[in-house]
């Protein structure tokens, strides 16, 4: 079965760190997709949603942590952002919950949208920034919210 988002080149932002997570956000959103189109019962549905919506608030933190380490200037903009896509993925997993929405095209329409204009638009602004002031665009090691969502999950 076909994927809604495949990862490309064109979405790395060039640091392992974020580009990781984004994978980890699109893998959990092809889960959702595929469980919706297999009919998992609605329980699953729940706990990925449930997940997605954990690690969208993980993912931002780890994106504003920097910002602030780094005394990025779009800062305040960004966490704007942040704070507006993470309230409507919010409202749509409670409307789920709530029986007033389903799990729907619409739905998945609105999530490969909002990752991919979210990466193309917003966080490929703040790379240049980063790297200019010694990000390092690689480690050697898995990175460390990949481990703390690891763990999360056992």
Do not use: C
């Not at 994927?3 to 959103?29: A, F, M, N, P, Y």
């Not at 997709?33 to 608030?57: A, C, F, G, M, W």
């Not at 389903?102 to 909002?114: A, I, R, T, Y």
């Not at 002031?133 to 999950?153: C, E, P, V």
Request: proline residues 1%; charged residues 30%; negative net charge.
């Amino acid at each position: 079965m076909k994927d809604l988002i495949e990862w490309k080149t064109e979405l790395s932002v060039g640091i392992q760190e974020i580009d990781e997570q984004h994978q980890i956000l699109i893998k959990l959103i092809n889960n959702l997709y595929h469980s919706i189109i297999k009919r998992t019962e609605n329980e699953v549905i729940y706990d990925i949603l449930n997940e997605l919506v954990q690690y969208t608030v993980v993912h931002f933190a780890v994106e504003e942590s920097l910002m602030r380490i780094f005394n990025y200037p779009g800062y305040d903009e960004h966490k704007k952002h942040h704070e507006d896509l993470k309230q409507q993925v919010i409202d749509l997993q409670t409307k789920v919950w709530d029986n007033e929405s389903s799990v729907s095209m619409e739905l998945f329409k609105f999530l490969k949208d909002w990752l991919t204009k979210h990466i193309l638009m917003d966080d490929k602004k703040y790379v240049p920034f980063f790297l200019e002031r010694g990000l390092q665009q690689t480690w050697a090691k898995k990175s460390w919210a990949g481990k703390i969502w690891d763990y999360m999950r056992t």
